[in-house]
C-alpha cells in the first residue's frame, strides 16, 4: 500500500471511524465497531478508485474445544436460491434478520452480473427456511469454492493480495501465459500444485479436490481448516494391504472355476483266475470250491469264488497270485534271466485268462469297458 494515510482517510469517510486497522501479510484487517459498519464495509467492491474484495476473516480461532477441534468464530453462513435482483442486500439483511447478505456474482463476456443467489451470515445455527415477505426459501449451508491466486496458482487467496513470484498456469514456470511456450499444448502442461500433467485451473487436480473437500468437511463439522484439512488427509492415507497367502493353482479369471472332486475309480475286487493257468505258472494246481477260505497276503482282497461259463471256479486271491507270477516272468525275460522264448508262452497264457475273464466277441478279448453286447461263450453282458 503506496499511502497508508490516504488510505485510512477514504477507509473513515466510506464508514465513518472504526478499530484497529492492521497491514497483514496479503490484506488489510480492519475491526468494525458496529454491525452496520461491518455490513457497509462487506458491501463494498471499490475504494478510492481500486477494486476491493472483503471478506470476514477465515483463520480467526477461538481456544480447543472440548473435542480436541479449534471452533471457528466467523459467523455460520448459509445460501438461499432463486432471490429477485430488484431486492437489495440491505433488505434481504434486515428482512431475513441475518448479519449480513451478499449476492453472488458471476463472470460473463469479460463483465460481472449478480445473480440470484444469496449468501447469509448468521450469529447463531441457520435456520431451515427464511421468510422474504411472503416467499419462503431453503437455506442450506454455503461450501465456498476453492479459491485460487491467478498470479502464483496457490489456494487461499487472491491476486492482489500474493506477494509470490508469477507461475504460469500453463507449465508452471516463472512468467505469465502469454508467454507461454507450451500454452496450446496441454499435453505439455504440468501443475504447479500436484507436478500433474495438467494445467493449474484443472478441476480434477489432486491439490483442487483435497482443497474441496477440507472446506465442505470445515463447514459441515463445523471445524476450523485446519483441523479439517488434517482429518480430511487421515482419511485418504493408504490402508495396509491384506495378506494373501499364495495358492498353488490361482484362477485365471474373475469367475472362479467350479473346484471337481477327484474321480475315484471303482476297485474290482472280484478277480477271476483259471487253475490250469495256475498250474501252468506257478507249478502247483489250486482248486477252492464256494465258501472256502484262503489266507490272505499282504494286499487287503476279497477272496471270494466266483462261477464262469457255468464249470470253471476261480478265486481273487489265486488269480493275483497269478498275475504277479505273469509279471514277474516277463520281467525276468525283460532283463536276460529268462530265456525269450518263454515271453510268447506268457502272452498266451495272459491272453487265454483274458478270455475267460471279459469274454470274447469273435474269438476276440472284449477289451471295452461296459461293453453291451452278449459274449460268444455264454449270453450275458460282460
Same mark, same amino acid.
Given at each position: ?5 490516504? @488510505?485510512?482517510?477514504?477507509?473513515? !469517510? ?5 478499530? *484497529? ?9 480492519? $475491526? ?26 477465515? $483463520? ?20 438461499? @436460491? ?10 434481504? $439483511? ?17 463483465? /460481472? ?17 427464511? +421468510? ?8 442450506? &449451508? ?21 506477494? =509470490? ?7 508452471? %514456470? ?12 496441454? !499435453? ?25 473437500? $477440507? ?9 476450523? +481448516?485446519?483441523? !479439517? ?15 494373501? =497367502? ?9 469367475? &472362479?472355476?467350479?473346484?471337481?472332486? &477327484? ?10 483266475? *483259471? ?20 489266507? #490272505?497276503?499282504?494286499?487287503? #482282497? ?15 486271491? *489265486? @488269480?493275483? /497270485?497269478?498275475?504277479?507270477? +505273469? %509279471? %514277474? ?17 506268457? =502272452?498266451?497264457?495272459?491272453?487265454? %485268462? ?12 472284449? @477289451? ?15
Amino acid at each position: 500500500m503506496s499511502h497508508p494515510i490516504s @488510505f485510512k482517510r477514504t477507509l473513515f !469517510a466510506l464508514c465513518g471511524k472504526t478499530g *484497529d486497522i492492521k497491514l497483514t501479510k496479503s490484506c488489510v484487517r480492519v $475491526t468494525c465497531l458496529s454491525l452496520k459498519q461491518k455490513t457497509q464495509l462487506l458491501n463494498t467492491v471499490e475504494l478510492n478508485g481500486k477494486a476491493v474484495e472483503v471478506s470476514e476473516p477465515w $483463520t480467526s480461532l477461538t481456544k480447543p474445544s472440548a473435542s480436541g477441534n479449534r471452533s471457528s468464530s466467523r459467523s455460520n453462513r448459509g445460501i438461499i @436460491f432463486g432471490i429477485s435482483t430488484d431486492l437489495s442486500e440491505e433488505e434481504i $439483511t434486515k428482512e431475513v434478520g441475518a448479519v449480513s447478505a451478499r449476492r453472488l456474482v458471476k463472470w460473463s463476456g469479460g463483465q /460481472k452480473e449478480v445473480t440470484s443467489n444469496v449468501v447469509l451470515s448468521f450469529s447463531e445455527e441457520l435456520p431451515q427456511f427464511i +421468510y422474504l415477505g411472503f416467499m419462503r426459501r431453503k437455506v442450506k &449451508p454455503y461450501i465456498p469454492p476453492p479459491m485460487r491466486c491467478h498470479k502464483c496458482q496457490v489456494f487461499g487467496h487472491h491476486a492482489d493480495k500474493c506477494s =509470490r513470484n508469477v507461475r504460469c498456469v500453463r507449465c508452471g %514456470l516463472g512468467h505469465a501465459l502469454d508467454s507461454c511456450p507450451v500454452k496450446d499444448n496441454i !499435453a505439455e502442461a504440468v501443475c504447479v500444485n500436484c507436478k500433474g500433467r495438467h494445467s493449474a485451473a484443472y478441476k480434477g487436480c489432486p491439490k483442487y479436490k483435497e482443497v474441496s473437500e $477440507t472446506l465442505k468437511v470445515s463447514v459441515t463439522d463445523k471445524i476450523s +481448516y485446519r483441523d !479439517a484439512l488434517i482429518k480430511v488427509r487421515q482419511s485418504v492415507l493408504p490402508q495396509p494391504m491384506p495378506v494373501v =497367502r499364495a495358492v498353488e493353482n490361482p484362477q485365471l479369471t474373475s469367475t &472362479p472355476k467350479e473346484q471337481r472332486k &477327484p474321480r475315484v475309480r471303482p476297485v474290482r475286487r472280484q478277480l477271476i483266475s *483259471d487253475p490250469a493257468v495256475q498250474q501252468q505258472t506257478t507249478g502247483s494246481p489250486t482248486t477252492h470250491s464256494a465258501g472256502s477260505t484262503t489266507e #490272505a497276503g499282504p494286499v487287503a #482282497a476279497t477272496n471270494t469264488d466266483l462261477e464262469l461259463n457255468g464249470n470253471t471256479t476261480l478265486s481273487n486271491i *489265486d @488269480f493275483q /497270485k497269478q498275475i504277479t507270477a +505273469y %509279471l %514277474l516272468h516277463t520281467l525276468d525275460v525283460v532283463s536276460g534271466r529268462a530265456s525269450v522264448e518263454h515271453a510268447a508262452t506268457v =502272452r498266451a497264457d495272459l491272453y487265454k %485268462l483274458a478270455m475267460i475273464l471279459f469274454g470274447t466277441h469273435e474269438s476276440k478279448v472284449c @477289451f471295452t469297458p461296459h461293453c453291451k453286447r452278449p459274449t460268444d461263450d455264454v449270453q450275458q453282458t460282460c
